[in-house]
């Protein structure tokens, strides 16, 4: 961790996994610029570099932009030069072998001044909101390419929470891909963004970042929709040899291999996601209301 980010009673827009998609990076970040959010309130949870192919316009964007971002598996990876992503897949399986081509591709490519900045990155950043402290992550408090699910059992999420500290209300994670927002039985918050670089496996070429807004009594996490110009980013993909599995993904919203989802996950592939926006009063609202029960 490397300090704390006050965004006190203004709104915070988050999004996660670019990977090395410029047009969506691009897209996204207009759209801070026409919502009037700051660059110290536009926070990436990582995996800038991954299945794309401008992992250094990419890189070049976000650093641009001046926005902090939190460093995900691909940038320990690629900052190290690593063999692979440290993406978490198991071994042998069809995102493995897939991941092997996006990651040569990117390694290719990328110069050590880009992996310097990937090294430096903080493997987690603390934002206070509306009175609201929350530790914003990659994967997992405890590991950097750990996927966090909303079917993921609350108690693990709890644990996880509970070691981010006395002082910390919650989580905003990145790694899965698919957003989510879920208020524990405590009250604390795990929320995630989704990825602007991919679709959710929803079934369409949208992809996903969020609004956390301070209101009287709370916070609002509003899950947002963004349209980009995902046909050149998977014509680049086509021109570059990448897989044409994810190629098609960024058209037909749906990933070409499911082996990383929960069954709870898989049985929602192809099904459009739906904006929305979660009301989160705290955990200290949360415990006032178990007192008075």
Same mark, same amino acid.
């Given at each position: 961790?490397?300090?704390?980010?006050?965004?006190?009673?203004?709104?915070?827009?988050?999004?996660?996994?670019?990977?090395?998609?410029?047009?969506?990076?691009?897209?996204?970040?207009?759209?801070?610029?026409?919502?009037?959010?700051?660059?110290?309130?536009?926070?990436?949870?990582?995996?800038?570099?991954?299945?794309?192919?401008?992992?250094?316009?990419?890189?070049?964007?976000?650093?641009?932009?001046?926005?902090?971002?939190?460093?995900?598996?691909?940038?320990?990876?690629?900052?190290?030069?690593?063999?692979?992503?440290?993406?978490?897949?198991?071994?042998?399986?069809?995102?493995?072998?897939?991941?092997?081509?996006?990651?040569?591709?990117?390694?290719?490519?990328?110069?050590?001044?880009?992996?310097?900045?990937?090294?430096?990155?903080?493997?987690?950043?603390?934002?206070?909101?509306?009175?609201?402290?929350?530790?914003?992550?990659?994967?997992?408090?405890?590991?950097?390419?750990?996927?966090?699910? +909303? $079917?993921?059992?609350? &108690?693990?999420?709890?644990?996880?929470? =509970?070691?981010?500290? #006395? !002082?910390?209300?919650?989580?905003? /994670?990145?790694?899965?891909?698919?957003?989510?927002?879920?208020?524990?039985?405590?009250?604390?918050?795990?929320?995630?963004?989704?990825?602007?670089?991919?679709?959710?496996?929803?079934?369409?070429?949208?992809?996903?970042?969020?609004?956390?807004?301070?209101?009287?009594?709370?916070?609002?996490?509003?899950?947002?929709?963004?349209?980009?110009?995902?046909?050149?980013?998977?014509?680049?993909?086509?021109?570059?040899?990448?897989?044409?599995?994810? +190629? $098609?993904?960024?058209? &037909?919203?749906?990933?070409?291999?499911? =082996?990383?989802?929960? #069954? !709870?996950?898989?049985?929602?592939? /192809?099904?459009?996601?739906?904006?929305?926006?979660?009301?989160?009063?705290?955990?200290?609202?949360?415990?006032?209301?178990?007192?008075?029960?």
């Amino acid at each position: 961790m490397t300090g704390i980010i006050a965004a006190d009673d203004a709104p915070l827009l988050i999004f996660g996994g670019p990977y090395s998609n410029l047009q969506a990076t691009e897209a996204l970040l207009a759209e801070a610029r026409r919502l009037g959010i700051p660059a110290e309130r536009t926070i990436c949870t990582g995996d800038v570099v991954a299945y794309g192919a401008d992992p250094c316009g990419t890189v070049d964007a976000v650093r641009a932009a001046g926005i902090p971002v939190v460093m995900g598996n691909c940038e320990e990876s690629l900052g190290t030069r690593s063999e692979d992503c440290g993406c978490g897949f198991a071994e042998g399986s069809a995102c493995d072998a897939l991941s092997a081509r996006w990651f040569a591709h990117a390694d290719s490519l990328l110069d050590e001044e880009r992996r310097a900045w990937m090294r430096a990155l903080p493997r987690r950043l603390d934002v206070t909101v509306g009175g609201r402290r929350l530790a914003v992550i990659h994967g997992s408090v405890r590991s950097i390419n750990r996927f966090v699910f +909303a $079917s993921t059992p609350e &108690t693990e999420k709890a644990a996880e929470l =509970d070691a981010a500290g #006395p !002082d910390c209300d919650g989580v905003i /994670g990145g790694h899965c891909g698919v957003p989510f927002t879920q208020v524990l039985a405590d009250g604390r918050l795990w929320h995630n963004a989704g990825a602007i670089g991919m679709p959710a496996n929803d079934g369409t070429a949208r992809v996903w970042y969020s609004l956390l807004r301070p209101e009287a009594g709370g916070i609002s996490v509003e899950q947002r929709p963004l349209e980009y110009d995902h046909a050149t980013a998977a014509a680049r993909m086509q021109a570059a040899g990448l897989p044409e599995g994810y +190629a $098609s993904a960024l058209a &037909t919203g749906l990933w070409p291999s499911c =082996d990383v989802l929960p #069954p !709870d996950e898989c049985a929602e592939r /192809g099904k459009p996601l739906q904006a929305g926006t979660v009301f989160w009063p705290g955990p200290a609202a949360a415990r006032s209301l178990a007192l008075s029960a």
